[in-house]
């Protein structure tokens, strides 16, 4: 598997904390994808790294990479109940055509 | 925003039934794909194309086939459905490679396989 184990999980948090996600690879790749999936639907984009970025930032999330640990992390700050979902972090394992999916992180956002 | 279409919605065969899955995308995307989402194992490449007449093998291709008619059109077939095929099937299409470009996934196609 190209994933390692703490990339299954769910959490649960109270709406306004923060609460960060992590994701581990084991092959090189050139970027990591972090997509949400609300139920009943498809997943959507929501942030990018590129390997030669550490951080990316677009409003209340923030995506991290380190490419010498392979790992990658999604943080929500004050998170609201519209942020409950599925979200999976994705790599190319070098592959231009390829994304390959993590299993998730089932998050819920409780008032 | 990307525009992908799948249909049927819901699909219930048989075991040993012929089912296709279609997929449509209406934004000149050259690339689309084919992924299956189980509980437990996330998203998983059954098939990609990157043109009309070009497939390409994923990571899971074992039962399926795939045609990829026109730039617009990507389907799914799957000649002797088995149970082990039930799944949520999602199509996703995008502009260049997946590696550095945004997928844009449709509402995915229940399949039932009894």
């Known amino acids: 598997s190209q994933w390692g184990e703490e990339n299954l999980q769910a959490l649960s948090i109270q709406e306004g904390e923060d609460v960060t996600m992590n994701c581990s690879y084991k092959?090189?790749?050139?970027?990591v994808h972090w997509y949400r999936q609300d139920s009943g639907r498809g997943p959507a984009l929501i942030i990018l790294?590129?390997?030669?970025?550490r951080e990316k930032r677009s409003g209340r999330l923030r995506a991290t990479l380190d490419t010498s640990s392979q790992s990658s992390s999604l943080s929500i700050t004050a998170a609201q109940c519209e942020d409950t979902a599925v979200y999976f972090c994705?790599?190319?394992?070098?592959?231009?055509?390829?994304?390959?999916f993590g299993r998730g992180t089932r998050l819920q956002v409780y008032a | 925003e990307a525009a992908v279409t799948q249909s049927p919605r819901n699909k219930v065969t048989v075991t040993g039934g012929n089912v296709t899955l279609s997929c449509r995308q209406t934004n000149s995307h050259n690339y689309m794909y084919w992924y299956r989402q189980d509980t437990g194992h996330g998203l998983r490449l059954i098939h990609y194309s990157y043109g009309a007449g070009n497939l390409q093998i994923g990571d899971v291709p074992d039962g399926y086939k795939a045609t990829r008619t026109t730039q617009e059109d990507f389907f799914l077939l799957l000649e002797l459905a088995s149970p082990s095929q039930t799944s949520l099937y999602f199509c996703?299409?995008?502009?260049?490679?997946?590696?550095?470009?945004?997928?844009?996934f449709g509402a995915g196609t229940r399949l039932s396989v009894l």
């Open positions: 790294i590129r390997s030669n970025e």
């Open positions: 994705a790599t190319d394992a070098g592959v231009v055509g390829q994304l390959t």
């Open positions: 092959t090189y790749t050139t970027v």
């Open positions: 996703a299409s995008s502009d260049g490679g997946a590696s550095q470009n945004t997928l844009y």
